[in-house]
């Protein structure tokens, strides 16, 4: 039943493979493009800036996907009749989380290679970004899935997400791009610790949010 | 096959003195009613007096202001909503329920319900009816005894109103129980109806009864 689920969700969410979209790749991989446009060709600013401008790119990419995350099913009556069947709010949208994830941090983390390549960063500057990426990413995915349950049944939930999640997401940033600014992995710990926590919460706190939309 | 495994407890669906409400509004009150295997409930009521309402606490999906719902039975529900993804062809879309359900083969419901042409066209092409009849194979598809339809006969053609009756009177005849929301007559063997008005509760009633 869990694979049958996860099946159908990353048909859903995943780029390429069916109806899912590559918009929050290709809307990251822009911004790295466009940052040398904007403050110009040099290439020891670049190098210092371009890994916090990718951070925030990659932020703003995961919030690209939460209009569709939650609300869809909602309004088409899936979580409910799952429910029926006995599967639990939780199961629900931890699977979910994991198909989130996989639709944005992976393709996120390879996109990462021509970004770096855009910004001129530097080998030791690529190393701690992708081992960012690769562990900051499931924590975006895990208040990317609690905001868009959150705000499911709200009207406006599309443009509210997005204001929510940047600020929760800040501890991300700040320990991601810290590791960069100062070439320090020990930051990129305290990244997967936050993620931990975020992911190990979502599911419970996303599957309470959907049960309280019923009740509305 | 699947309805005589689902069906080895004697299925039954019971409310206890049931009342909901609709954020500050009582809808209903003191609704009580049994049903065992093989019996039929006709819910009717005006637009807004709460049947859906009552359906979805029923089905356990929103927890009543006052009363208990028990069920002996695994329950399914057919809303307004057939939780079809509207992007794929509808054969596929029956497919993800059909693998959930872990049902082999549910073309028996399929061609009775004349869905057999349309299993390649995208759920978001069809009509109300065409999803209705959908839904409803999907139910059939769960074998499931406990059957709650809202509105199942809303956008059915004539044709199609016939073969779903005859599909709730079999479910009913091989030991099922269906509660039915429904507008329209319902020409099924048995069923007892229940009007929901008659549990309306106005403010000033509920408050002198107080």
Redo the contacts between chains.
């Keep these: 039943m869990i694979t049958a689920l996860l099946r159908r969700d990353l048909a859903k969410f995943f780029p390429f493979a069916g109806g899912g979209a590559a918009l929050p790749t290709v809307f990251f991989v822009a911004v790295a493009m466009l940052y040398p446009f904007a403050v110009g060709p040099d290439a020891a600013l670049l190098g210092r800036t371009g890994g916090g401008v990718v951070w925030i790119a990659a932020l703003l990419a995961a919030i690209l996907p939460l209009e569709k995350l939650v609300a869809e099913d909602i309004e088409l009556g899936t979580f409910d009749q799952l429910r029926l069947r006995g599967v639990a709010e939780e199961a629900m949208m931890a699977v979910r989380l994991l198909a989130h994830w996989l639709s944005f941090g992976p393709p996120l983390v390879l996109a990462a290679f021509p970004a770096a390549a855009l910004l001129n960063l530097d080998g030791p500057s690529l190393h701690l970004l992708l081992i960012g990426l690769l562990v900051g990413t499931p924590g975006l995915a895990a208040i990317g899935l609690m905001i868009a349950a959150l705000t499911s049944s709200l009207r406006a939930g599309a443009a509210l997400s997005g204001l929510l999640l940047v600020p929760l997401a800040l501890p991300i940033l700040i320990f991601g791009a810290g590791a960069l600014a100062r070439q320090d992995a020990a930051s990129l710990g305290f990244v997967a610790a936050i993620s931990l926590l975020l992911v190990a919460i979502a599911p419970f706190a996303a599957g309470a949010a959907i049960r309280a939309a019923r009740e509305v | 096959m699947q309805g005589s495994a689902s069906l080895e407890i004697a299925p039954a669906l019971t409310a206890q003195g049931i009342a909901c409400r609709r954020g500050d509004r009582l809808l209903f009150r003191g609704l009580s009613f049994a049903l065992q295997s093989g019996e039929a409930l006709h819910l009717t009521g005006a637009n807004g007096t709460g049947k859906t309402t009552l359906i ?1 606490a029923l ?5 009543p202001f006052a009363g208990d719902v028990t069920q002996a039975g ?4 057919l ?1 307004e ?8 062809p509808l054969g596929r879309a029956l497919a ?2 059909q ?4 049902c082999a083969d549910p073309s028996g419901a399929f061609s009775v319900l004349g869905l057999e042409q349309l299993l390649e066209v995208p759920v978001r092409y069809l009509s109300t009816g065409q999803r209705k009849r959908a839904g409803l194979a999907a139910l059939i598809g ?1 074998g499931v005894p406990i059957w709650l339809l809202d509105e199942p006969l809303s956008g059915l053609d004539v044709a199609a109103i016939e073969q779903v009756t005859v599909l709730i009177q079999t479910h009913i005849d091989e030991g099922g129980i269906a509660l039915i929301a429904s507008h329209q007559t319902l020409a099924i063997k048995g069923l007892r109806s229940l009007e929901l008005a008659d549990y309306a509760a106005p403010i000033a009633d509920f408050e002198s009864e107080a």
């Design positions: 979805r089905a356990g999906l929103t927890t695994p329950l399914g529900l809303d909503r057939p939780a079809l993804d509207p992007e794929l993800f329920w693998r959930i359900d872990g769960r």
